[in-house]
T-cell receptor
Framework: AQKVTQAQTEISVVEKEDVTLDCVYE???????LFWYKQPPSGELVFLIR??????QNEISGRYSWNFQKSTSSFNFTITASQVVDSAVYFC???????????????FGTGTKLQVIP | NAGVTQTPKFRVLKTGQSMTLLCAQD?????MYWYRQDPGMGLRLIHY???????AKGEVPDGYNVSRLKKQNFLLGLESAAPSQTSVYFC??????????????FGDGTRLSIL
């Protein structure tokens, strides 16, 4: 069975601080995809990044970076020099890799609410 | 580019009433999904569809029905609303399966309160 744990329910940081959101997952599969989504106060979920389990390279996009470590089953998300606009709920999600037609279950974590204080 | 559009955005129902939530996507996506989001529980899948004319049950399908008569639309129905169905409902779509790495695109959500 798949499981995604985001142990940090809420985090508050002061603007310009760096912050890391943790994501730990469990799966029996050797191949899978991991996703991060952002849910700002306006409510919609926005896709941020996708990572294939075969690709353990870290990724950086502007102030955002992701650290994927298969050995510890973690896919952590770091925001550098946080800004008020980063205030949102962030979800980590896991999907098995599809080798045939049909639906593959996506398991979401319970989310981490980040508040960036000006 | 509208993406995924949900209507209505807010609704209050009385116990026992019925209603339909509409989801429309303009991205020609094959897959569509209905989730509910409750505090501390993340997103839970209600029903999904892998193509026009097909639907299937997700994790929490009881009390809901769905239809996908047109590729771009995915309807979620509550036949007899119950207070336990008070939630925020999200529709999502994806080009193909998330198992092929396809991300889901979400609507803005519908806040539904059942009194």
């Amino acid at each position: 069975a798949q499981k995604v744990t985001q142990a940090q329910t809420e985090i508050s940081v002061v603007e310009k601080e760096d912050v890391t959101l943790d994501c730990v997952y469990e799966t029996r599969d050797t191949t899978y995809y991991l996703f991060w989504y952002k849910q700002p106060p306006s409510g919609e979920l926005v896709f941020l990044i996708r990572r294939n389990s075969f690709d353990e390279q870290n990724e950086i996009s502007g102030r955002y970076s992701w650290n994927f470590q298969k050995s510890t089953s973690s896919f952590n998300f770091t925001i550098t020099a946080s800004q008020v606009v980063d205030s949102a709920v962030y979800f980590c999600a896991l999907s098995e890799v599809l080798f045939s037609g049909g639906y593959q279950k996506v398991t979401f974590g319970t989310g981490t609410k980040l508040q960036v204080i000006p | 580019n509208a993406g995924v559009t949900q209507t209505p955005k807010f609704r209050v129902l009385k116990t026992g009433q019925s209603m339909t939530l509409l989801c429309a996507q303009d991205m020609n996506h094959e897959y569509m999904y209905w989730y509910r989001q409750d505090p501390g529980m993340g997103l839970r899948l209600i029903h999904y569809s892998v193509g026009e004319g097909t639907t299937a049950k997700g994790e929490v399908p009881d009390g809901y029905n769905v239809s996908r008569l047109k590729k771009q639309n995915f309807l979620l129905g509550l036949e007899s609303a119950a207070p336990s169905q008070t939630s925020v409902y999200f529709c999502a779509s994806s080009y193909s399966s998330t198992g092929k790495g396809q991300p889901q695109h979400f609507g803005d959500g519908t806040r539904l309160s059942i009194l």
